[in-house]
């Protein structure tokens, strides 16, 4: 059973989140990609469900976010929002259905939200996408924002490395930040930046900052699912702490099921009909 008891039973929403901040009661977020995790995640009282566009990587296998279709992040998303009763679940759009094209955007936003019963969208961007956000927004789509290293740009930054050490990145993600805040962003994802820049960003805004490799001091924080249980045990950045040895726990009875079938001690007459 959960540890974890949440004080309010009632459903998160985008209003609950500004709440959250406002009493300064941090936000737990993870993500999850199908129904039996997400039912897992949501019994645990988890506040956000994101279904990130990182199911490319740990659902499909690719090196980098870029390859997921907007088709499978809704499949994604549906599977997801059918185990879930009291988070708030948010979707990915991917890379290519929102940048440089508003109406396509907006297009996208709404198919996600019509088809999969998601009930927010996060992007990735600064100043560039405020026009974009605020399209969105005007069409009652809830929009979260995405600052800091954003994957989608990895042919871009062409690592995985910290973003915003230097005064001018810094001064701009500030900048960048207000500026999604005032096109309509009901929060903010901050990634890998240095945790005293995070802690600014997060005094400047009125809406929550949702922190991954960003320091203590956000509103909330977020981990890849996969990545916490100890499920994927090559990805070890420093930010990552793992609550569970998943990985091995499945060796395990992967392995004892394979000596049990090979050996005949499953099943026994008790397992027959």
């Known amino acids: ?7 309010d039973p009632r459903k998160v929403t985008t209003l609950r989140l500004a709440e959250m901040k406002a009493k300064g009661e941090k936000i737990a977020m993870l993500t999850a990609y199908d129904f039996t995790m997400a039912r897992l995640v949501d019994e645990a009282g988890m506040d956000v469900i994101l279904v990130g566009d990182s199911a490319a990587n740990v659902m499909a296998g690719y090196s980098t976010t870029l390859p997921i279709t907007l088709d499978r ?6 599977c997801v929002v059918r185990g879930v009763k009291r988070a708030l679940v948010v979707c990915d759009l991917p890379f290519g259905t929102y940048k440089g094209d508003p109406m396509m955007a907006l297009q ?7 088809e999969s019963g998601a009930e927010a969208v996060k992007i990735e961007g600064g100043r560039e996408i405020a026009d974009t956000v605020a399209r969105l927004v005007a069409a009652d789509i809830p929009v979260m924002g995405h600052l800091g290293l954003t994957p989608q740009s990895i042919n871009a930054f062409g690592n995985y490395n910290v973003r915003a050490r230097g005064e001018a990145e810094a001064a701009r993600l500030i900048e960048d930040a207000k500026a999604l805040e005032a096109a309509g962003c009901f929060a903010l994802v901050l990634e890998k930046i240095p945790a005293d820049l995070a802690a600014k960003v997060s005094a400047a ?9 960003a320091g203590p001091d956000c509103d909330g924080q977020v981990l890849v699912v996969q990545d916490m249980l100890g499920m994927n045990q090559g990805f070890s950045p420093k930010f990552l ?5 998943l990985a091995s726990v499945i060796d395990g009875a992967l392995g004892s099921y394979i000596s049990d079938v090979k050996s005949q001690a499953f099943p026994t007459r008790e397992e027959a009909y």
């Open 73 to 78: 992040m809704i499949y994604h998303a549906e």
């Open 241 to 245: 702490r793992r609550y569970a040895d």
């Open 1 to 7: 059973m959960s540890t974890y008891t949440p004080t």
């Open 205 to 213: 805004l009125s809406i929550p900052t949702i922190g991954i490799g």
């Open 108 to 114: 996208s936003g709404i198919r996600v939200l019509k």
